[in-house]
C-alpha cells in the first residue's frame, strides 16, 4: 500500500486520526438532504437520530441500521422520494438471496414519469431540464416543458412502429438531447434502451446489440470530436444491414446530412405537441441493456430494472450525491459508459442536467473545468485520469474559471491517487468536497463515494453507501479491516442485474459474481476498509500483484510511477510463470521528449521500493508505444498479462473491445521474444 493508504500511526491512547483533507461545515452538514432523511427516518421509520457532533457516527449508525434492516430502509427511500406505485406492492423484499432477490413484488411504476415529474410543476416548466453544450463551450437548454413534449411525441411514434413493452430500442449516439429523449420515450413505452457511442466502430457495436435484437435504432450521420466532424454514414449502413430484427431507422443530422433511404426523421417524430402516456410495468420489469468491457470475449448484456434503477439512482443521487432542483450536473461521460444512464438519472432528482458531446481535451486540457463554469455547474463529475493529466499540465482551474458554484468535484473509472485529492484541493478550492467513488457498470451505481455529511481523507473513498453491505474478505470469506481483501457485498442491491440477456439458466450470471462466495456479491476489486469506515480501492483482484504472498493492486503502482515527469502512463502485470515463479514487468509510455536510461530506470525503481516495498520493485521496465484501454477508458491488465502467459491474441481479446488493437499486438511481440530467449 501507499503512504498515503497505510494504517494510521499508533499512540499510547489507540490509533492517531489522520487529519482529513476538508470536512463539511455545520451549514453543510444541516442542509444536506441526507441529514433531514435521517431525522425523518428517526421519527418515521425507527432509525438511529444523529448523533449531536458527531456526523462519522451519525452516519456510521444509520448506515448499520439501512443494511441490518434493508426492507425498511428501501421502503422509507420510496417514501422520501414520493415514488408512485400505480399499483401497490404487496411487500418491499419477498426474497433476498442473491442471485434472485425479489423486490416490490405486485408494484407498477414507470421510470420515465419520474424523471419527468418537474415539467408538471408550472413554476419549473420553463426552466431547463437539459443543457446541452458542445465543443463551442455555449450552452443550449431544453426546458422540462419541451423535454416533456419530445418525450410524448416520440413515445407516440415509437407505438406506431409497433415498439411494445419489453421489445428492445437502441442507440449509436453521442451525449445530446435526443439520446435522453430516446431513452425516456422508450423507458414510457416499456421498451428496454441500449446504447453505444458512435466512437465504437461496426464490429463493437454489433458485438453489443445483435445479442439484444434492437426493433429501432436511433443514429446520427456522424460527430465531432477534437475539433473534427467523423462521418459515420457507412457505419450506420453496415449496421442497418446486419440488426437483422430492425422495423425502423431514426436519424438525426448532427452534421446535416439527409436521411438515409428509408429512414425516418428525428425532427418528424418529434414534432407533435403530445402529452407522454406511461406504460406502468411490474417493478422489475428491464429499463435497460448495458455492456461490460467485453475485453475477453462478447460483452455481458446486464439487464437491469425500472424500478431497481430509480430506487437506487433516486438514493445516490438524492442522498449520497446531494442533488436537488437547485442544482446543476455535469459529468464527462459518453453514451457508451454506465456514468451517461446515471447522469441522466438527475432529471429523478429534479435536478438540471448538462450533457457535453466533444473531447474532454479540447481545445485545451482545461476543456472541462470551462464547461462547468459556463453551466454554472454545482456538482462535476470526471475521470481520475483527467484530473491526473490536469496536474500534469499544470492547469490551474480555481485561478483561471470561476467555479464559485462547484459544491462537489467527483472521480470515478480508476482510483484517485492521493496526490490527485491534494491538486484538486490546492488548484480548485480548498473548500470543496472531493468524491472519489466506486461502482460498476454491473449495478449502474456506487458501491461506496460520496457522503456529503463526512469529511475528506486524502486517497479515500468516504463510506460504502446506504444499503449497501460492503466488505473486505480474505480468501476464507472472513471480513477483515484495515487490510486489503476482496470488496464483496453481503446484502442485495435493487439495482443489481436482472438478469443477463441470453443467459436462459443464469449460468453465466452466477459465474460472474456468486462463484467464489456462493450467495454473496464478489466484484474483483481490492479493496481496503478502515477502521473509520472509509474505503480504499487498489484496484482490479484478478490481476493484483502478489509476490510472495504480499498483494497489492496496480492502482498503487501507478499512483507513484506516474508521479515522475517523464512517465505519461504506465502498465504493470504480475505473471504467474509455469516453473512457479513470477515475472513482474512495468511497461512505461514516456511523456514526449522523455529518454528510458538507466537514471530513469533507477529512480522508478526506488520511487516503488521508497513509496510501496522492495517485493514490488518491477522485474523489467520495458518502454510501450502505450497503454491499451477499453473503449470507456479503462487500462486493459487481464488480456496483456494473457498475451504474456502466450495467449494468442484472438484468444486473450476481443479486439472490438479495446481503443488500439495495435497497442496488444506490441504486448504479444514482447511475449514471443521472452519464449524465445527461454533456454
Not at 426552466?127 to 411525441?153: I, K, N
Not at 445516490?316 to 464527462?332: K, V
Not at 435536478?351 to 472541462?368: F, I, K, M, N
Amino acid at each position: 500500500m501507499t503512504a498515503a493508504h497505510s494504517a494510521a500511526p499508533t499512540t499510547a491512547d489507540g490509533p492517531e486520526q489522520p487529519e482529513p483533507l476538508w470536512s463539511p461545515g455545520p451549514d453543510r452538514i444541516e442542509g444536506a438532504r441526507l441529514t433531514r432523511f435521517q431525522a425523518w427516518a428517526a421519527e418515521r421509520f425507527g432509525a438511529p437520530a444523529a448523533v449531536p457532533g458527531d456526523p462519522a457516527a451519525s452516519y456510521a449508525a444509520l448506515h448499520q441500521w439501512s443494511v441490518g434492516e434493508l426492507a425498511t430502509f428501501w421502503q422509507a427511500v420510496t417514501e422520501w422520494f414520493d415514488v408512485r406505485f400505480t399499483t401497490p406492492y404487496e411487500t418491499v423484499l419477498a426474497d433476498r438471496s442473491m442471485p434472485g432477490a425479489t423486490w416490490f413484488p405486485g408494484a407498477t411504476l414507470n421510470y420515465a414519469e419520474h424523471a419527468l415529474r418537474a415539467a408538471e410543476d408550472p413554476a419549473r416548466a420553463g426552466d431547463p431540464a437539459l443543457l446541452y453544450v458542445d465543443e463551442t463551450h455555449e450552452p443550449l437548454p431544453v426546458t422540462w416543458a419541451e423535454l416533456r413534449r419530445q418525450v410524448g411525441s416520440l413515445a407516440a411514434g415509437l407505438r406506431r412502429l409497433g415498439v411494445r413493452p419489453g421489445d428492445r430500442v437502441s442507440g449509436y449516439l453521442p451525449n445530446i438531447p435526443e439520446a435522453a429523449v430516446a431513452l425516456l420515450a422508450t423507458a414510457a413505452v416499456g421498451g428496454v434502451w441500449t446504447s453505444c457511442a458512435p466512437d465504437f466502430g461496426a464490429r463493437s457495436v454489433l458485438d453489443r446489440f445483435q445479442q439484444v435484437e434492437p426493433v429501432v435504432l436511433f443514429t446520427v450521420d456522424g460527430y465531432r470530436y477534437g475539433g473534427k466532424e467523423h462521418d459515420r454514414t457507412e457505419t450506420v449502413a453496415e449496421l442497418r444491414r446486419e440488426l437483422r430484427g430492425l422495423r425502423a431507422t431514426v436519424h438525426i443530422p448532427l452534421l446535416g446530412t439527409p436521411a438515409p433511404e428509408g429512414a425516418l426523421e428525428w425532427g418528424a417524430l418529434t414534432a407533435a405537441d403530445t402529452e407522454p402516456v406511461f406504460e406502468h410495468v411490474p417493478f422489475d420489469h428491464p429499463l435497460w441493456v448495458l455492456y461490460s468491457s467485453g475485453t475477453t470475449g462478447l460483452p455481458k448484456a446486464i439487464v437491469q430494472s425500472q424500478g431497481g434503477i430509480l430506487v437506487e439512482h433516486l438514493k445516490q443521487l438524492g442522498l449520497h450525491c446531494d442533488l436537488g432542483p437547485e442544482d446543476r450536473f455535469f459529468w464527462y461521460t459518453s453514451t457508451g459508459w454506465m456514468m451517461w444512464n446515471f447522469l441522466v438519472s438527475g432529471l429523478l432528482t429534479g435536478t438540471t442536467v448538462v450533457l457535453y458531446d466533444g473531447s474532454p481535451g479540447y481545445p485545451a486540457t482545461d476543456a472541462q473545468w470551462r464547461v462547468a463554469e459556463r453551466t454554472g455547474a454545482t456538482l462535476y463529475g470526471t475521470s481520475a485520469a483527467y484530473v491526473m493529466a490536469c496536474r500534469k499540465a499544470g492547469v490551474h482551474p480555481g485561478r483561471d474559471f470561476d467555479l464559485s458554484r462547484v459544491q462537489c468535484v467527483a472521480t470515478t473509472g480508476s482510483p484517485l491517487p492521493p496526490d490527485g485529492f491534494r491538486w484538486i484541493h490546492d488548484e480548485v478550492s480548498e473548500d470543496l468536497w472531493i468524491a472519489s467513488v466506486s461502482g460498476g457498470t454491473d449495478v449502474c451505481s456506487c458501491f461506496a463515494g460520496a457522503v456529503p455529511t463526512l469529511p475528506v481523507h486524502t486517497g479515500e473513498l468516504q463510506a460504502p453507501g446506504l444499503g449497501t453491505g460492503l466488505q473486505a474478505w480474505d480468501p476464507q470469506g472472513r471480513p477483515v479491516t484495515d487490510e486489503v481483501g476482496e470488496l464483496v457485498v453481503t446484502t442485495p442491491m435493487p439495482s443489481m442485474p436482472i438478469h443477463f440477456w441470453n443467459d436462459p439458466d443464469g449460468s453465466r450470471y452466477r459465474e460472474s459474481y456468486f462463484e467464489m462466495f456462493p450467495g454473496n456479491w464478489r466484484h474483483g476489486d481490492w479493496i481496503t476498509v478502515t477502521s473509520r469506515g472509509s474505503v480504499v480501492i487498489h484496484g482490479r483482484s484478478d490481476s493484483t500483484l502478489n509476490r510472495q504472498g504480499v498483494r497489492m493492486g496496480s492502482a498503487d503502482i501507478y499512483e507513484a510511477v506516474e508521479r515522475l515527469p517523464e512517465i505519461r502512463e504506465s502498465l504493470v502485470i504480475g505473471v504467474e510463470q509455469p516453473d512457479g515463479g513470477y515475472w513482474m514487468p512495468l511497461f512505461v509510455h514516456l511523456a514526449e521528449g522523455a529518454v528510458l536510461d538507466d537514471a530513469l530506470r533507477d529512480r522508478i525503481r526506488r520511487v516503488i521500493r521508497e513509496q510501496l516495498s522492495p517485493r514490488h520493485v518491477p522485474d523489467e521496465i520495458i518502454e510501450a508505444p502505450g497503454v491499451p484501454h477499453t473503449l470507456t477508458g479503462k487500462r486493459i491488465e487481464v488480456p496483456v498479462k494473457r498475451l504474456l502467459q502466450g495467449v494468442a491474441l484472438d484468444k486473450a481479446v476481443n479486439p472490438g473491445s479495446v481503443d488500439n488493437i495495435e497497442l496488444l499486438r506490441f504486448y504479444g511481440r514482447v511475449a514471443e521474444q521472452r519464449a524465445a530467449d527461454r533456454p
